[in-house]
């Protein structure tokens, strides 16, 4: 196959220019960057999503999540069996990632009802809030991540009795 290559390009019949070979070199570049650009993100994620779970506080499984977005309006973002972990860095949602307390990324508040827990947290332009509707939890596990918050990130959750 090579020697037919070299004979078509030896008679003329097939005429690549340098500048086709420079574009595909800058697109094969440009790709390539751009794939590790997400590679990187990806393994941010992964760092966090590991800390949180080496330093978990609390892990539930979910009915449902329900989020305030930027707006003020509520959409329950999930529904389901949704496998919960929760550390002073911030919340594992099966494959999503919710920073505290890095990135600028600040918890303000937490609040603890009979059947849920919601977060309020804020990157100082923009405030957002996470309630996971869960089962009960046993009162010693419930005391327990209530302290590890009050110590790990100053914030004393508020115990709402619904």
């Given at each position: ?10 008679m ?25 650009t ?40 999930k ?17 999503r ?38 089962g ?27």
């Amino acid at each position: 196959m090579a020697s037919s290559w070299l004979l078509l390009v030896g008679m003329g019949k097939v005429h690549i220019s340098a500048q086709v070979f420079i574009n595909l070199g800058f697109l094969t570049g440009l790709t390539t960057a751009v794939l590790l650009t997400f590679l990187i993100r990806e393994y941010q994620k992964y760092l966090v999503a590991r800390l949180i779970m080496e330093n978990r506080i609390l892990q539930v499984h979910a009915a449902s999540i329900e989020e305030l977005g930027s707006q003020g309006e509520y959409n329950l973002a999930k529904r389901g069996g949704i496998a919960v972990t929760v550390s002073c860095f911030g919340i594992l949602l099966h494959s999503r990632v919710i920073k505290f307390n890095i990135d600028r990324i600040k918890l303000k508040t937490v609040e603890i009802g009979r059947e849920y827990i919601a977060f309020y947290y804020s990157n100082g332009k923009r405030s957002r809030r996470i309630k996971i509707i869960h089962g009960r939890i046993d009162e010693n596990e419930l005391q327990s991540m209530i302290g590890k918050l009050r110590y790990e990130t100053g914030v004393v959750p508020v115990i709402i009795d619904d």
